[in-house]
């Protein structure tokens, strides 16, 4: 079964200066899907950013990336310029390439504080 | 697109008795979807996959009796909380996969807070 820790339970970030969220996985797999989900305050979750292990690229979606390191089954989030509207829940999550198993699975979260 | 409904979005029981929650995709047809559950400061566990057409796969240590799924159609999928108690008072998050776009990941609903007296 594959597992998502994230070792940093909260992390807070003066505005406008950069973060970087850390979250680490075990799979046995070799494709695979991770993504980085945002919760605010409202409870809805939001995709915030995506990749997929075949690509040795990093994903950015404007002021989030990602690093992602396969080898060593790793996934940070480095979030720029930080705003308040980034206050939220992070949520870390893996999810099989395998037709059939599609469920997400869940780090523990890191709560991010924006400083104002 | 791709939205995700959920209703109601807060409901008060009493023990004992039965809960319906609600999970619509708005503008797209959703073979599968999936149920969580969020307690307080804790992450989403997934309760079970939701299959049009078909009975639901339950994970280890979810009671299928006590939580009932129905994917009846391709756009609604519920979630029976029967004879509730208060341990599950939770945060439910319903999702769904939208078909042939695996790889953007699950669209989720706004939740549904239980709070069972």
């Known amino acids: 079964a594959q597992t998502v820790t994230q070792s940093q339970p909260e992390m807070s970030v003066q505005e406008a200066e950069t973060v970087t969220l850390s979250c680490t996985y075990d799979?046995?797999?070799?494709?695979?899907?991770l993504f980085w989900y945002k919760q605010p305050p409202s409870r809805q979750m939001i995709l915030v950013i995506r990749?997929?292990?075949?690509?040795?690229q990093n994903a950015t979606e404007n002021r989030f990336s990602v690093n992602f390191q396969k080898a060593a089954k790793s996934f940070s989030l480095k979030i720029s310029d930080s705003q308040l509207g980034d206050a939220a829940m992070y949520f870390c999550?893996?999810?099989?390439?395998?037709?059939?198993?599609?469920?997400?699975?869940f780090g523990t979260g890191t709560r991010l504080t924006i400083i104002p | 697109g791709a939205v995700v409904s959920q209703h109601p979005s807060w409901v008060i029981c009493k023990s004992g008795t039965s809960v319906k929650i609600e999970c619509r995709s708005l503008?797209?047809?959703?073979?599968?979807m999936f149920w969580y559950r969020q307690f307080p400061k804790q992450s989403l566990m997934l309760m079970a996959t939701?299959?049009?057409?078909?009975?639901?796969?339950?994970e280890q240590g979810v009671e299928k009796d006590k939580f009932l799924i129905n994917h009846a159609s391709l756009t609604l999928s519920t979630l029976t909380v029967t004879s509730a108690h208060p341990e599950d008072s939770s945060f439910y998050i319903c999702?769904?996969?939208?078909?042939?776009?695996?790889?953007?990941?699950?669209?989720f609903g706004p939740g549904t807070r239980l709070t069972v007296l």
């Open positions: 999702s769904a996969r939208v078909p042939g776009l695996a790889v953007r990941g699950q669209f």
């Open positions: 799979t046995s797999e070799s494709d695979y899907y």
């Open positions: 999550a893996y999810r099989s390439d395998n037709f059939g198993n599609e469920k997400l699975t």
């Open positions: 503008d797209f047809q959703a073979t599968t």
């Open positions: 990749q997929e292990a075949y690509k040795q």
């Open positions: 939701s299959n049009e057409g078909s009975k639901a796969t339950y």
